[in-house]
């Protein structure tokens, strides 16, 4: 990175004040000494395909992608890497060679939370993952790259669920809500990829999963972060299962943009871990950047 040009780069996102993402980014400006900017941009849904195409007068190297623009971010790009085109949404945004590049880095955020906190994961035994939004499709991707062979979406829709198995292929199958004691029962990995136990939802609901029915050495995680600790995580943990909470996936999905940007590849630390949580108000909601 040319030290004569402070470089910028943003989230943006509709609405975005909620964003941790800012925090994130200039802690590690900070750390590393960069003579850089990283901002939040509210953009509103029917302006983001010129938002998008503006990037460079404005003067940005790329940045992140947020609800609810990650699909036009995905068809406003000249060119994506294999998870952003797997996954099906664009989530960081960066320049090679006056081309925009999209990628998606929320799969490989997922599986560096659970490298951190649940060593031996990937060696758990078949993963049963709750929903099937587009965070289950980066779930999915990141447990099919680790090697999972029998991959289970639960969702009340079920057609979704088919959906989502058929676009990730062999190993993967839909099923309902009413088949999650069965299902439960030889788990070793239990992924919450909905709005459950998310401050602010109720956690009284058909997809409820009761970790009672869980194998002892099952891994359970969720990738919502407030309340840090879910109602699922909670009673995980009661039973004595190894649990793990959706905020290092948050800090681990922003390392390859700020890296892009700034060309330094930074490290999630505790320092930033404990930063982020303090930050946290106990009834905001969000899952992601």
């Not at 880095?105 to 929903?131: C, I, K, R, Y």
């Not at 459950?196 to 956690?203: C, Q, S, T, W």
Request: glycine share 10%.
């Amino acid at each position: 990175m040319a030290d004569s040009v402070p470089v910028s780069a943003f989230v943006c996102g509709h609405p975005i004040a909620h964003s941790r993402s800012p925090k994130i980014h200039n802690h590690w400006l900070r750390q590393y000494g960069i003579a850089g900017s990283y901002v939040p941009i509210d953009v509103l849904p029917h302006d983001a395909a010129t938002f998008f195409s503006t990037l460079r007068s404005q003067g940005l190297a790329g940045g992140n992608v947020t609800i609810p623009h990650k699909e036009a971010a995905f068809a406003a790009v000249e060119r994506r890497d294999e998870a952003a085109d797997l996954i099906g949404a664009v989530n960081t945004l960066w320049f090679e060679d006056d081309l925009l590049i999209g990628g998606n880095t929320d799969a490989l955020g997922f599986a560096a939370n659970l490298d951190e906190f649940a060593s031996g994961w990937t060696q758990s035994g078949p993963a049963l993952v709750l929903g099937a939004g587009g965070a289950a499709r980066a779930v999915i991707h990141a447990l099919k790259q680790r090697g999972f062979r029998d991959i289970r979406i639960v969702n009340r829709t079920v057609a979704r669920a088919v959906e989502l198995a058929d676009r990730f292929g062999m190993g993967i199958s839909a099923h309902p809500p009413a088949a999650l004691r069965e299902l439960l029962s030889d788990a070793g990995l239990l992924v919450n990829t909905t709005a459950l136990g998310m401050a602010g939802k109720g956690d009284a609901d058909a997809m409820a999963a009761n970790p009672e029915m869980l194998p002892r050495h099952a891994v359970v995680t969720d990738i919502v972060y407030v309340p840090l600790e879910t109602p699922l995580l909670a009673a995980a943990r009661a039973l004595g299962l190894k649990t793990v909470d959706g905020l290092g996936m948050l800090l681990h999905q922003a390392v390859p943009g700020f890296e892009r940007w700034f060309g330094v590849r930074p490290n999630v630390t505790r320092e930033l871990r404990d930063m982020i949580v303090a930050d946290m108000a106990p009834t905001a909601s969000v899952r992601s950047s």
